[in-house]
């Protein structure tokens, strides 16, 4: 039972360290070399398993950490990745996800940390759910605008 349940924490640990490094930083600056990717995962992995270990360890019980995980994952992921299905239709863009899925997230997260008071704190998964699909789409829209006007420059 611990082999399985190590499996798939290291297989999860590693997934999101691959996906930090190849998804997010390498698209943010293209030019990082093997090696460094590879420092970069390493590092990651440390930075997310002290993180994961931090909130295992404050929050107790598993119910309580499945509908932490639920929260941020409801804020931040959900619109991005149904978006992305139909990608071509709504004309989203990877920045205008990206920008969606920290920003959601940021606020579900912020509604579940108990120290923090913030008046409507019981709505803020509702807010970061709503939050998250105004950014995608109005960040897609700049970035997509941005991406127009450096094509119909002159000698493009």
Known sequence: MIAA????????????GVILTEDILKRLRPSIDERRTVLLTRL?????????????L?????????????????????????????????????????????????????????AV????KEDLGLIGFAVSAILLFVVSFFTRKKILCHCEEPGS
């Open 5 to 16: 349940l190590v499996s798939s924490a290291d297989t999860c640990l590693l997934s999101q």
């Open 117 to 120: 008071y913030i008046p409507l």
């Open 58 to 114: 404050a929050l107790k019980g598993v119910i309580a950490s499945l509908l932490f995980a639920y929260t941020i994952f409801t804020c931040g992921l959900v619109v991005p990745v149904i978006a992305g299905f139909y990608q071509e239709r709504l004309k989203v863009t990877w920045q205008g996800a990206l920008a969606a899925m920290i920003c959601g997230g940021a606020i579900g997260l912020i509604g579940k940390i108990p």
């Open 44 to 56: 990651s992995l440390v930075g997310l398993g002290l993180l994961a270990l931090a909130v295992a």
